[in-house]
């Protein structure tokens, strides 16, 4: 049972894929299968044994971009304390690290989990980022948020061994790059 009070995590699920049908995808990369299951479906369950509470951004027809998709997310759970915002094409991250940004992020206003050097997601934001979160639109996402918090020092830099946190599905060869994903 997860305390009241916990960040809701924002799957953000309404891109168009557009490099995985161009690399020979025949269905939207979050449809894939992946170990008999979409990837989608692998984040899915990730994020529900987190315990964290959570909101798919999937509408009909997509959005205009990341940007556009992040907005409609914080705006659908105006009473969360805070976001986590968790593309929907990292099929094998792991529970604990959605749970150590979240549990970071009581104590931080935005937490940007690493992976050797690398940035990777969920990113978080506390409840104080939700205008500038909310008015975001089309495919420009959050990193001018980030960057503006890491120029005031409000950014914790993460690290967590989960490569989870950075391997994304992006071309259907990403499907079968079995060692770079540990589950």
Known sequence: MVAAGEPVIIILAAGKGERFLASGGTTHKLDALLHGKAV??????AVKASGLPWHLVRPEGGTRGMGESIAMGVRATPDSPGWLILPGDLPFIQPASLLRVAQALKAHPVVVPHYQQKQGHPVGFQRTFFDAL?????D???????????????????????????????????LGAEQLFRR
Do not use: C, F, P, Y
Request: aromatic letters at 0%.
């Open 140 to 174: 420009v996402g959050a990193k001018a948020i980030v960057r503006a918090a890491r120029g005031k020092e409000e950014v914790l830099e993460l690290t967590l061994e989960d490569v989870g946190v950075v391997n994304d599905v992006d071309v259907v060869g990403d």
């Open 134 to 138: 909310a008015s975001l639109g089309g």
């Open 40 to 45: 989608l479906q692998h984040v899915l369950d």
